[in-house]
């Protein structure tokens, strides 16, 4: 139970264009997703809590009109890269919080997708 | 500013033997700490939860050991095994937050045989 899967797993995009990764809870309701980026040998780095239904809260630091978050469901959240440029390349992980029997203080993380941006 | 350390070297250890890792904390009050673990190019797997009203938490050959007053919590693989090589993320939430964790930057442990 409780796994979170990401689409695509990576993805290459030019200079300019915007990317949408998906994040999707298969086998729980997720009223709580959460959106990371984690550059190499560094840590997860929190951009933006997502409820459903409502508008995502940004981290400080994060622009909220270029990474477009969108929570349409309680089983799928999207992040949308707009206007990707090369410093946007990254590792971009979704994770969940819900009930599928564990605590509700736990996160269930997607597998990740790698951005490239040429 | 709220400070999560782990340390950041490489830990490599024999194959059988204990583990330990280590997430100190500063200028953080958290109400619970998680440990998770990281394959490369995966996202984080969630391996155990303490809370701050605990002192010690096991799970099969896992345990934590969480101190509010030292602002420590020490990880332990026992008997280890080169399968358990990966990079160990401790991450702390805290009352009211809303589930929003705060990460450390990781161990990577190597198990060798």
């Known amino acids: 139970g409780a796994v979170v899967s990401q689409h695509p797993s990576w993805v290459i995009c030019k200079s300019g264009t915007s990317v949408k990764i998906e994040c999707r809870s298969l086998d729980f309701q997720a009223t709580t997703m959460f959106w990371y980026r984690q550059f190499p040998k560094q840590s997860l780095m929190l951009m933006a809590t997502?409820?459903?239904?409502?508008?995502?809260?940004?981290e400080q630091g994060v622009e909220k009109d270029k990474f477009l978050i969108n929570h349409a469901s309680l089983t799928l959240s999207t992040l949308t890269v707009t206007s990707a440029h090369p410093e946007d390349s990254s590792f971009y992980i979704c994770?969940?919080?819900?009930?599928?029997?564990?605590?509700?203080?736990?996160?269930?993380f997607g597998p990740g997708t790698r951005l490239t941006v040429l | 500013s709220q400070k999560i350390e782990q340390n950041s070297e490489a830990l490599n250890i024999q194959e059988g033997k204990t583990a330990t890792l280590t997430c100190n904390y500063t200028?953080?009050?958290?109400?619970?700490l998680q440990w998770y673990r990281q394959d490369p190019g995966r996202g984080p797997v969630f391996l155990l939860l303490i809370r701050e009203n605990e002192k010690e938490k096991r799970k099969e050959r896992l345990k934590v050991t969480f101190d509010t007053t030292l602002k420590q919590s020490l990880f332990h693989i026992t008997a280890s095994q080169p399968a358990d090589s990966a990079t160990y993320l401790c991450a702390l939430g805290s009352a009211g937050g809303g589930n929003k964790l705060t990460f450390g930057t990781g161990t990577q442990l190597k198990v060798e045989l």
């Open positions: 994770s969940a919080g819900g009930t599928s029997g564990g605590s509700t203080d736990t996160q269930y």
């Open positions: 200028n953080y009050s958290p109400a619970y």
């Open positions: 997502s409820n459903e239904g409502s508008k995502a809260t940004y």
